[in-house]
């Protein structure tokens, strides 16, 4: 009979503690929120503070479902726009890569709506940052959070140790190129075979200049983008890349940087974050332009190309409309983006913070950041220019141009190709 | 009659369920798949009709070309190494009295790890820099190899892809095996059969049914092979891995053409249903001709 007892009560007990635990805690709005600060990502500590900080501001609940960007992530994001099953807070591109978002026809336009209501969201953004944000219809969809920049990076510590010059023109590049082959250091730490890797936007932009950087595929295959492949043709001959460059991927030219094998990284400011463990031993500086170049040195490639939409669901549903705001203009406030600067090393969109005042910035960050204030131009990346099967097109492409299989024109032309298919659907 | 009326009804009640469950994650899906394979889509947006155009597009695509002659070699290197070893392993496990059971886990155990981990391993394994294969041959004194190339890349992930199942097919075999009555082996001997003997006349035709199922679901299983591929080579370098899936997926989540994605995978399903109509006939008439009945 006891033991009966006990066995009812240690079940009710069970039961009762179950319950408890599982029962959904009730707030008073739930927000969904996708972000690219998730993963490894730098700024994913700082996005995460201020998600915290958020809920012990607001009776909210934020399901974040951040995560660090690939193509199957995209994808999902796309498709959640396309069956308006979106978050209601969502950080994506803004450039060429934000048709499917915003033709799905579920974002709220900030120009149109927001703004209106809310002058003083505009008013906190520099006016460079909001300005990129303009889509083709001149409405701004996405609201930017940090910038980004690219450049080489280099392990300055090694062209110190073997009394190599800093590539800060075409003929310091050769030498290093040819200097680190002798000792045995990969020059250029790139994978051309399997990812987009941004040395393909630095040799278009270098060979090709802004002009015909930023004039895309649409009106023909500019010259400039031939012999940017071609560039990369070159420097492959050269040597210039690891030997199983056209396996690698985002990750073994970083580590490798990291392990000092690799002397030139040619990335972006969020891969600094990775390779905090050599701050002090790296800086950062434009890609080079050979003679024949049509472009400058100093022109980099940067900008504003990614920001905050929100969903047209949520921005009229009476509970979660005037919430989402407010975590719009949380995440975008003056102490927020400085957080997030410091821990990516990006540029700020929103007025009144001085990066030099950031303690929290390296040496080589601060360097990126001169970099991108200082450039003589600066141009969106090869994929916020063109379409997306157009610009994979590209990236196969190379290996095969490198390896004398193809001509730079011929994948080029069959890039164009595609491009004026994709663009057929949007008109 | 009545009563057989009511069965009908509680049988189709029944089976309501499944069958929505099959008609909503597996006809839908299918039929869905070949209305967007009609038509050009570029990131899911404003579909535009095409008619047959991915189709034709289907077999003048370089890629694609490359993927379905890689699937088939990847095919053959199926039947011969998963099925052919997974059966001479089996039947040689059946031969030894002590230590059986010890390796039935080691060739199994592959099985069970999962397609990424192992993707990774081999990965590493063929690390130029830092891989096993290079370590290993840097001790003897030699240059490290580039063990991805476009000529080796194809049987870089054969080699792990294969092995991995080999364990999956020696279990089916030695189930089969297990199962052939000992008295026939028993009356063998008394004959003065050797183990060749036994072997070719008695444990191969008995378990020739089983080895045929297993041809089967080995061939269907190539058109599935992703991720360790896609972890290894990505298709590459230069396309000379890519198989179906890979190729498949490189043009839906890669290029973002959803409607030229929807044709591979129809053309998948098809390749998949014919090779396996094919096979079954090819090995049918092997059976019919006695060798697979065990006249008992």
Redesign the interface.
């Known amino acids: 009979m006891l033991s009966s007892f006990k066995k009812t009560g240690s079940i009710l007990i069970v039961s009762v503690l179950f319950l408890t635990l599982t029962a959904p805690v009730s707030y008073a709005v739930d927000l969904e929120v996708f972000t690219m600060f998730g993963g490894a990502d730098p700024a994913s500590g700082a996005y995460q503070d201020a998600i915290s900080e958020f809920e012990s501001m607001y009776d909210v609940d934020i399901n974040d479902d951040s995560s660090t960007m690939d193509d199957s992530v995209k994808v999902r994001i796309e498709n959640a726009f396309q069956a308006n099953n979106e978050p209601d807070l969502t950080m994506y591109f803004t450039d060429e890569q934000a048709s499917p978002i915003i033709n799905s026809n579920n974002v709220v336009s900030y120009t149109e709506e927001i703004f209106p209501e809310y002058p003083e969201l505009k008013d906190r953004y520099l006016e460079d940052p909001l300005e990129q944000q303009c889509w083709k219809d001149d409405h701004i969809y996405g609201i930017p959070v940090t910038g980004f920049y690219e450049g080489l990076i280099i392990n300055e510590d090694l062209f110190e140790e073997h009394d190599i010059p800093l590539p800060t023109n075409w003929e310091n590049f050769i030498t290093a190129i040819e200097r680190f082959n002798e000792e045995d250091i990969v020059p250029i730490g790139a994978g051309l075979g399997r990812v987009p890797h941004y040395i393909i936007e630095h040799a278009i932009l270098v060979m090709a200049g802004a002009e015909q950087h930023n004039a895309g595929l649409k009106d023909g295959v500019p010259q400039g983008w031939i012999d940017g492949l071609n560039l990369i043709k070159e420097l492959y001959e050269m040597n210039a890349f690891p030997v199983d460059t056209l396996n690698m991927g985002w990750e073994q030219p970083r580590e490798m940087f990291r392990r000092k094998e690799v002397a030139m990284l040619p990335e972006g400011n969020w891969a600094l974050g990775a390779l905090s463990e050599n701050y002090d031993t790296m800086t950062i500086l434009p890609m080079p332009v050979p003679p024949e170049g049509r472009g400058e040195y100093g022109s980099i490639i940067a900008g504003f190309t990614s920001g905050f939409y929100i969903s047209k669901d949520a921005y009229q549903d009476e509970k979660k409309g005037e919430m989402v705001i407010k975590l719009v203009k949380h995440l975008t406030s003056k102490e927020v983006m400085a957080d997030i600067v410091e821990a990516n090393a990006g540029l700020p969109s929103v007025k009144g913070i001085n990066v030099d005042d950031l303690e929290g910035l390296s040496k080589v960050e601060r360097e990126g950041v001169d970099l991108a204030n200082l450039a003589s131009n600066i141009v969106l990346p090869t994929d916020a220019k063109i379409s997306r099967p157009a610009f994979q097109e590209i990236v196969d492409g190379v290996a095969y141009i490198v390896e004398g299989e193809k001509t730079a024109q011929k994948v080029l032309e069959s890039a164009r190709e595609i491009e004026m298919e994709a663009r057929r659907e949007e008109e | 009659m009545r009563q057989f009326e009511d069965d009908k009804k509680v049988i189709i009640m029944f089976l309501i369920p499944a069958f929505a469950f099959i008609f909503i994650f597996l006809l839908y899906p299918l039929i869905r798949t070949f209305y967007n394979s009609l038509f050009?889509i570029?990131?899911?947006?404003?579909p535009?009709y095409v008619g047959l155009g991915n189709y034709h597009k289907l077999f003048t695509d370089s890629g694609m070309i490359t993927a379905i002659w890689n699937t088939l070699i990847f095919m053959i290197a199926a039947v011969l190494i998963e099925v052919g070893l997974g059966t001479v392993l089996a039947i040689l496990i059946n031969f030894i009295k002590r230590g059986a059971k010890f390796f039935r886990i080691v060739y199994v155990f592959p099985v069970v790890v999962s397609a990424a981990a192992l993707g990774l391993l081999f990965s590493l394994i063929y690390?130029?820099?830092v891989g096993l294969l290079n370590t290993i041959i840097s001790w003897l004194g030699y240059n490290p190899i580039?063990w991805?190339t476009?000529d080796s890349?194809l049987w870089a992930v054969i080699a792990p892809v294969t092995w991995r199942y080999v364990g999956f097919y020696f279990i089916i075999i030695l189930t089969a095996i297990t199962k052939i009555p000992k008295t026939l082996y028993e009356s063998a001997e008394i004959e003065g059969a050797n183990r060749w003997q036994k072997t070719r006349h008695i444990t191969l035709p008995l378990i020739f049914s089983d080895i045929r199922i297993s041809i089967i679901i080995a061939i269907t299983g190539v058109t599935k092979v992703f991720s360790m591929v896609w972890i290894i080579?990505?298709g590459?370098?230069?396309n000379s891995s890519q198989v179906l899936g890979t190729y498949l997926y490189s043009v839906?989540?890669?290029?973002?053409?959803f409607g030229y994605g929807s044709t591979i995978a129809v053309f998948i399903v098809i390749f998949g249903l014919l090779l396996v109509v094919l096979t079954n006939k090819l090995l049918k008439s092997d059976d019919d001709s006695g060798y697979g009945t065990p006249g008992m």
């Open positions: 050009y570029l990131q899911n947006t404003n535009r690390n130029y820099r580039r991805i476009r890349s080579t990505q590459g370098p230069m839906t989540f890669q290029r973002r053409l």
